[in-house]
């Protein structure tokens, strides 16, 4: 992925109202190019998101939503392109980068307390805006299949080796050596 993001969407977190606000993005021709460079896919054809951006706790902002898109991808084995459908969910959390909710927990040895089944650590930010449109990238970035497989392929292309009871096996190379053994 790119320093710059395709996507920019600044939004103030400031004056957030209580119920938030909706923020919808659709890429253009130009974006969804950029997407598809970045991101190392054949196109990008269609691009949509929908957040709820609303204030969390004290200084905090919770972003909800989803991301939709078609893209075309180039199968891992036969290299043809493959149309696939994102359909991403979004739910996160920004606090300052100055917030006690920022800070990793650790326990008393300072080893770090992470819980697998627990939500996931708060993003954070600095200043008075969120660019919503990079979290888009990035959840979509996240969507893509790293390994697209065209359907119907079997699962090992490569031919397997077989030994068959027909062929010899082939003789080491310290085969004649052997007789050079001490014997008792």
Not at 36 to 44: F, P, Q, W, Y
Not at 109 to 117: C, N, R, T
Request: aromatic share 6%.
């Amino acid at each position: 992925m790119n320093d710059s993001p395709a996507l920019k969407f600044p939004v103030s977190v400031n004056n957030l109202p209580q119920k938030g606000i909706i923020v919808t993005i659709k890429a253009d021709e130009r974006e969804r190019g950029a997407l598809a460079r970045d991101h190392g896919l054949e196109a990008v054809k269609f691009f949509a998101a929908e957040f709820h951006v609303l204030p969390w706790k004290k200084q905090g902002v919770k972003v909800q939503g989803r991301i939709d898109a078609d893209i075309v991808q180039s199968c891992i084995a036969t290299l043809e392109p493959l149309d696939a459908r994102i359909a991403e969910k979004v739910d996160t959390v920004f606090v300052p980068e100055d917030s006690k909710l920022a800070r990793i927990r650790l326990d008393e040895s300072g080893e770090m307390l992470i819980d697998a089944e627990g939500p996931d650590m708060p993003e954070t930010f600095s200043g008075d805006h969120i660019d919503i449109g990079a979290v888009a990238e990035e959840f979509f970035d996240l969507a893509i299949d790293p390994y697209p497989r065209k359907p119907g392929l079997p699962e090992q292309i490569l031919p397997q080796e077989t030994v068959t009871p027909d062929v010899e096996k082939p003789v080491s190379p310290f085969a004649k050596l052997s007789h050079w053994k001490k014997k008792p």
